[in-house]
């Protein structure tokens, strides 16, 4: 009974027949020799790889890619990127950043990106991503490497087909992840960074990040601070200076828990190098949309900017610029609504899109919808972000997300191999 965890914002989802566009041969060969008890295998591995089971629903499948989605992809990338790294950017998303969130030190550019794109398709009935969703925040990168490779190792999956990207293979990625967390520190001076890490339904990326660098896995409550040094005491009671830190913390989250113990609040200035600096979730997100001008980035307005409400006010969905797990969303918008807003600066209207079912399940007239989260990594020296692996989350309900795929099956966290 274990859940997929709930996306960022859920999104209503088409109704309308699927078809098996999705590279047919390759679906109906995998569906054919699916056995639950080579789901039980995959689980089996995914559950003790990292230490402990995954919180949350493992779908049965992986999703193929054909070519031709994984390309116009690539083409909404660069369109979204083409953007992000603007000269005037980080002018533009200024007012993105809450004042009493605004973090110092920020770096030039976000180090992680995810861009997330439901697949939908074109007046034509063709296959086309369309953007949801976007952050400057890590994902799951250990994770999702697991998952790709356990559906490797117990599924037939043709061998040509990636899941990695931008010509790394597993040695590459695992080495370039270490470069940019760990950098030159040792592991033992590298912290993630989280709340109650234990407790989160994500933690098994966190426990897949400390097995393969090394680092430390802490909460904010056990950080100690003199002066501008940060330090943590190992299991021996021994000081250990923190000289980076992988930042998982999300503000929604640490402002509802005033009851957290700290000594350092986040917000002043320390001996400690950010990897992926906060300020970066709040200028890559839902602000950012409105910026964004591409076939694969649905029409996205500020409600602030908005004199007239469009006519058909019902394909659009109203979002604040900042919730989590899609609190605020009005997906019905009516004017009342609009008018309802008290603080329209902080609000946008988005035109909707409908997820199609275009992956065919073994269970008769249950086909499955998907949203395709592309991950992306921005080095330090180079000059725009590279895409290195991908997150699928399969759905049959009428939204992403666990609530609406309850009892379901062939729903959940996947991953794509992509068509070369």
């Keep these: 009974n274990i859940q997929y965890p709930i996306s960022n914002i859920q999104y209503p989802i088409s109704n ?28 089996n591995t995914i559950n003790t790889e990292f230490g402990e089971p995954a919180t949350f629903r493992v779908a049965e499948s992986p999703v193929f890619i054909p070519k031709k989605l994984k390309e116009q992809l690539l083409q909404g990338i660069e369109d979204i990127s ?67 490779q356990a559906y490797r ?32 520190a040792r592991p033992e001076n590298v912290i993630l960074l989280e709340v109650e890490p234990e407790k989160q339904n994500t933690r098994i990326d966190f426990w897949g990040t400390r097995k393969y660098l090394g680092l430390k896995v802490l909460c904010l409550s056990k950080i100690k601070r003199e002066g501008r040094d940060l ?20 503000f929604d989250e640490l402002e509802k828990r005033a009851d957290l113990p700290r000594e350092w609040d986040m917000f002043s ?26 076939e694969f980035v649905p029409e996205t307005l500020f409600l602030k900017d908005l004199k007239t409400p469009p006519a058909d006010l019902e394909n659009w969905v109203l979002k604040p610029l900042f919730s989590f ?51 992306l990594l921005w080095k330090k020296g180079w000059d725009k972000p590279r895409l290195v692996n991908n997150l699928i989350r399969m759905s049959k309900g009428e939204m992403v997300g666990v609530r609406y795929n309850m009892g379901k099956e062939w729903v959940g966290s996947s991953v794509g191999f992509f068509e070369p």
């Design 16 to 43: 309308i027949q699927y078809s098996t566009s999705m590279i047919p041969h390759l679906r109906q060969r995998f569906n054919a020799a699916f056995t639950p008890e080579k789901y039980q295998e995959l689980l």
């Design 82 to 148: 083409a953007v992000l790294t603007r000269p005037d950017f980080r002018q533009i998303s200024e007012a993105a950043i809450p004042p009493h969130l605004r973090v110092p030190d920020e770096d030039e550019h976000s180090i992680f990106l995810q861009y997330d794109f439901g697949i939908c398709r074109d007046s034509a009935g063709n296959l086309t991503p369309q953007l949801i969703e976007l952050q400057g925040f890590p994902s799951l990168y250990f994770y999702q490497h697991l998952l790709a």
């Design 153 to 184: 190792r117990h599924y037939d999956i043709p061998a040509d087909f990636h899941h990695l990207f931008s010509g790394f293979d597993r040695e590459g990625y695992l080495q370039l992840l270490r470069e940019i967390i760990i950098g030159d």
């Design 231 to 250: 330090y943590y005491l190992d299991d021996d009671g021994r000081k250990v200076a923190i000289q980076r830190i992988y930042n998982r913390i999300i």
């Design 269 to 294: 200035e320390v001996n400690a190098e950010w990897v992926g600096h906060p300020n970066w979730f709040f200028r890559i997100s839902k602000h950012t949309l409105p910026y964004l001008h591409s």
């Design 325 to 375: 797990s899609g609190q605020g969303v009005k997906v019905n918008v009516t004017r009342d609504d609009l008018d309802a807003v008290d603080d329209p600066g902080n609000y946008i209207l988005q035109r909707k899109v409908q997820y199609v079912a275009a992956i065919e399940t073994v269970i008769p007239n249950e086909p499955s919808k998907c949203e395709i989260r592309m991950m």
